[in-house]
C-alpha cells in the first residue's frame, strides 16, 4: 500500500453489519464506488445488507472475509470485538490495516498490543455517530457527514499526527483518507485520552440519563403527573435512556475506572449544588449557570472548529408541515450548499430552531440573506 494519503484500498471487509458497519458499507459504495466491499454476518443480515447494497459480497466464513481485504473494519460489540482479534490476525496479511468502532479503546488496545506484531497493522477507531434504531435496515449513507472520526494508533502520540514514522504512517494515512472521503472528520488522540473523554461526554450523560427518567419513574406511580409532565427539556435530557442495555454493558464494563472517576466528580458537583440552594447562596447558583450558558452556546462551533471551521446560522420556523423543506428549497435556490444542519429545539404546535452550517462566512450572510428576503424567517 502506497503512503500517499490519495490512495484507497481496493478490498475492505466489515464484520459486523450493524448500524455502524451496514452504515460504513453504504458510504464507501457511495463516495467510493470501485473499493470492493466484503461483508461478514449471519446469513439474514448479509442478504439484508447485500439487498441495500451495502456490500458486494457475503463472506460465508470469517477468513474468507479478511484474508484479501486491505482494510478490516471491526464493527461489533466490544466483547465481541475483543474475541475477534486473535481469530482476524491469524488470517490477514501484513499489510492490511485492522480497525474496529467500540467506544472504548483502551482494552481493545492493549489486546492488538499483544496479537498484531509483524502481520497486520491495528488501528483503533470510534465514529462519533449512531442512531436510535439497531440493525441494517437502520444504516445510513450519511451517517458519518461532519461526524468526529476518532483514530487510535498504536503508536506514541506527538502532535502532528503525519510525523508519525514506519509503516503505522502509511496505515494511518491510508484509513484516515477512506474515513476522510465519506464525509467524516478525523481526530487522533491515545486510546487513554480517548476513553477519558468518552466518560464525561458520553458515558455519563448516558447514566444521568437513566437515573432521571428512573427517578421521574418511581414519583410516578404516587402521581402519574410526574411522566404525563415529562416533556420540553426533560424528553430532551432523557432521550439516550432509550439506548439497549446489551451495548451499554460491555461499555460500562470495560471503562468502569473512568465513569467511576468522572461519576465521583458529578457527585460533588451536585452536593455543591444542593449545599448552596440549601444555604440560598444565589451567588454561586449564578455563575453555574452564567459558565454552563457560555460553555454551551459555544458547542456547535468548538466541536467542529478545531477541524474544519464551520459558519453557523439560526433559524427559527414554525411548527408546519414542510418548514424545513422550505428553507433547504430556497438555499438550493441560491446557490448555496448546506454543510450541516441540526435540529437544536422544538415545540409542538409552536416553533423550532434549526442551526444550519456552511463552509464560509460569506456562504452563511448570503444564506441568512436569502431566508430573511424569501421567507421573511428570523435568522441569527
Not at 205 to 228: C, D, E, I, M, Y
Not at 234 to 241: C, H, K, L, S, V
Not at 246 to 273: F, G, H, K, Y
Not at 334 to 346: P, R, S, V
Amino acid at each position: 500500500m502506497k503512503s500517499s494519503s490519495r490512495h484507497f484500498p481496493q478490498h475492505v471487509a466489515i464484520i459486523g453489519l450493524g448500524v455502524i458497519g451496514g452504515s460504513l458499507g453504504l458510504a464507501i459504495k457511495r463516495y467510493r464506488p470501485e473499493i470492493h466491499v466484503a461483508g461478514f454476518d449471519s446469513p439474514k443480515v448479509m442478504a439484508r445488507a447485500r439487498k441495500r447494497r451495502a456490500i458486494d459480497s457475503a463472506a460465508g466464513t470469517l477468513k474468507h472475509a479478511v484474508a484479501s481485504a486491505d482494510i478490516v473494519f471491526l464493527c461489533t460489540p466490544i466483547s465481541s470485538i475483543l474475541s475477534l482479534l486473535p481469530r482476524v490476525a491469524k488470517f490477514v496479511q501484513p499489510h492490511t490495516v485492522v480497525t474496529d468502532a467500540g467506544s472504548v479503546k483502551g482494552v481493545v488496545q492493549l489486546r492488538a498490543k499483544k496479537i498484531f506484531g509483524a502481520k497486520g497493522i491495528f488501528i483503533g477507531g470510534h465514529p462519533m455517530a449512531g442512531s436510535e434504531g439497531s440493525g441494517i435496515d437502520y444504516a445510513d449513507a450519511l451517517l458519518f457527514q461532519n461526524a468526529v472520526y476518532v483514530l487510535c494508533p498504536n503508536l506514541p502520540l506527538s502532535p502532528p499526527w503525519r510525523g508519525i514514522k514506519g509503516e503505522d504512517h502509511s496505515a494511518m494515512n491510508v484509513l484516515a483518507a477512506l474515513v476522510q472521503s465519506i464525509g467524516a472528520r478525523v481526530l487522533v488522540m491515545s486510546a487513554g485520552e480517548h476513553d477519558r473523554v468518552a466518560a464525561t461526554i458520553s458515558h455519563l450523560p448516558q447514566l444521568l440519563a437513566v437515573a432521571l427518567t428512573n427517578l421521574a419513574g418511581r414519583k410516578s406511580k404516587s402521581h402519574p403527573a410526574f411522566l404525563q409532565l415529562a416533556a420540553g427539556g426533560f424528553r430532551d435530557m432523557t432521550r439516550i435512556a432509550s439506548s439497549p442495555f446489551p451495548m451499554w454493558n460491555d461499555i460500562l464494563r470495560c471503562n468502569r475506572s473512568q465513569i467511576a472517576l468522572v461519576l465521583n466528580e458529578m457527585t460533588a458537583q451536585l452536593r455543591a449544588i444542593n449545599r448552596d440552594l440549601v444555604r440560598q447562596k444565589s451567588g454561586p447558583m449564578q455563575r453555574r449557570f452564567r459558565s454552563a450558558k457560555l460553555l454551551r452556546d459555544a458547542i456547535p462551533k468548538n466541536s467542529k472548529g478545531f477541524l474544519h471551521p464551520l459558519h453557523d446560522i439560526y433559524v427559527w420556523v414554525d411548527d408546519m408541515p414542510g418548514a424545513l423543506a422550505k428553507i433547504t428549497t430556497a438555499l438550493f435556490r441560491a446557490g448555496i450548499n448546506i454543510h450541516d444542519i441540526e435540529l437544536l429545539k422544538i415545540r409542538e404546535g409552536e416553533a423550532g430552531t434549526f442551526r444550519f452550517s456552511f463552509d464560509s462566512a460569506d456562504d452563511a450572510q448570503k444564506a441568512k440573506s436569502a431566508l430573511v428576503k424569501n421567507l421573511r424567517l428570523k435568522v441569527q
